[in-house]
Antibody, heavy 123, light 108 residues
């Protein structure tokens, strides 16, 4: 049974970099049919996809965040990470990591989610 | 960019049928996935590929997709179904995952 666990600072200062890590257990990060994703949810608002990565390092990012986002993978540690630069109050949210199913020509659905971690942006 | 439109809220009495729509341009040509998010919890996949259910999801949950509207239907609604529901697609033209704005289901 796959489990995903987010970790990282719950408080980030404006203009600094938000850094989170997602650790997998119960499944291989090298699985052929899966990508590994970050999704966020500002308080009281909806879900926003940030991006996803394959074990090879191939990534997709949300267009509006592309200039500030980096997602990386460490297969030896069964982890993948999110970096978001130059944060503002608008980046405050619950950040989820999730597994994204990939079926050859389409990136499909998120079938497993972490519990989420709240990140506050404040000086 | 591709946009998915959901009604902000839907209300239904226990035992009745809830219908939540997700509108998008030619959404019928895409695979639509639905998530349930109870307060304070992570989202859970309840329908994928328009109408398939993951293991463990009750048969009361079903989906359809045609032309410009996808629909999540919950039969015999229970109090425990009260949650936010989100639709989601892959926008292959722009290589982006897109979520709808979410619909809050209230069980009266």
């Amino acid at each position: 049974q796959l489990q995903l666990q987010e970790s990282g600072p719950g408080l980030v200062r404006p203009s600094e970099t938000l850094s989170l890590t997602c650790t997998l257990s119960g499944a291989s990060i090298r699985s052929d049919n899966y990508y590994w994703a970050w999704i966020r949810q500002p308080p009281g608002k909806g879900l926003e996809w940030i991006g996803h990565i394959y074990s090879s390092g191939h990534t997709y990012y949300k267009s509006s965040l592309m200039s500030r986002v980096t997602i990386s993978v460490d297969t030896s540690k069964t982890q993948f990470s999110l970096g978001l630069r130059s944060v503002t109050a608008a980046d405050a949210a619950v950040y989820y990591c999730a597994r994204l199913t990939y079926r050859g020509s389409s990136y499909d659905f998120f079938d497993s989610w972490g519990q989420g971690t709240l990140v506050t942006v404040s000086s | 960019s591709y946009v998915l439109t959901q009604p902000p809220s839907v209300s239904v009495a226990p035992g009745q049928t809830a219908t939540i729509t997700c509108g998008g341009n030619h959404i019928g040509s895409k695979s639509v996935h639905w998530y349930q998010q109870r307060p304070g919890q992570a989202p859970v996949l309840v329908v994928y590929d328009d109408s398939d259910r993951p293991s463990g999801i009750p048969q009361r949950f079903s989906g359809s997709n045609s032309e410009n509207t996808a629909t999540l239907t919950i039969n015999r609604v229970e109090a425990g179904d009260e949650a936010d529901y989100y639709c989601q697609v892959w926008d292959s033209n722009n290589d982006q995952v897109v979520f709808g704005g979410g619909t809050k289901l209230t069980v009266l």
